[in-house]
């Protein structure tokens, strides 16, 4: 059994139908393994979407977060966040973490306690951004940087959503957008 293979093909059926309407068995077949040999390697179904959600954020997730702790300046970190989410041909299936948040309750404990950690870590960073642009002078909004995080971390889950469903997110993203940016830059 190739390890990354089966990560891969469970990604993708996660990601493309659903975290929640895929089956072990589906995935097993999918990758040409047994199940006993995907038990060996994972443990079981909540070590094989816990895995699956870390390679997911290891090849998409950290784009985000590279922007976000990258050089630039406030107003083009929050466009390029904008523009990942909204137009990055990655995301055009929409997002799997937002997808796993959404069934968070019906996944096992292992990628429930992930799901969290990761929320935490988009929450801290969207908070150093924020207080980044307060610092700077970019951001001169009154809203509480704690808020600001969790209204931009639900925004781009809205617009993830929204290109999940096939339905392009750009105008009504960059409306709710506006309340982070100077309309001058």
Known sequence: ?????????????????????????TICQ???????????????????TCAALENYAQCVLAQVLGVIGGAGSFT?????IARLAAEDVAHERGC?????????PQLGDQTQALIAEMESMAINAYTDLLAQGR???????????????????????????????????KAVFALALSVLLDPKD
């Open 1 to 25: 059994m190739n390890k990354a293979d089966v990560l891969d093909i469970a990604m993708h059926a996660y990601w493309d139908e659903g975290p929640t309407n895929v089956s072990l068995n």
């Open 135 to 169: 610092a700077s002078g970019a951001w001169t909004g009154t809203t509480p940087i704690a808020l600001g995080a969790q209204y931009l971390h639900a925004q781009i889950g809205l617009a993830l959503d929204h290109r999940a469903r096939g339905e392009d997110p």
């Open 76 to 80: 083009n970190k929050v466009t390029e």
């Open 96 to 104: 799997l973490f937002v997808k796993m948040r959404a069934v968070k």
């Open 30 to 48: 999918r990758a040409g393994v047994s199940k006993p040999s995907v038990y060996r390697e994972f443990g079981n179904d909540d070590g094989l």
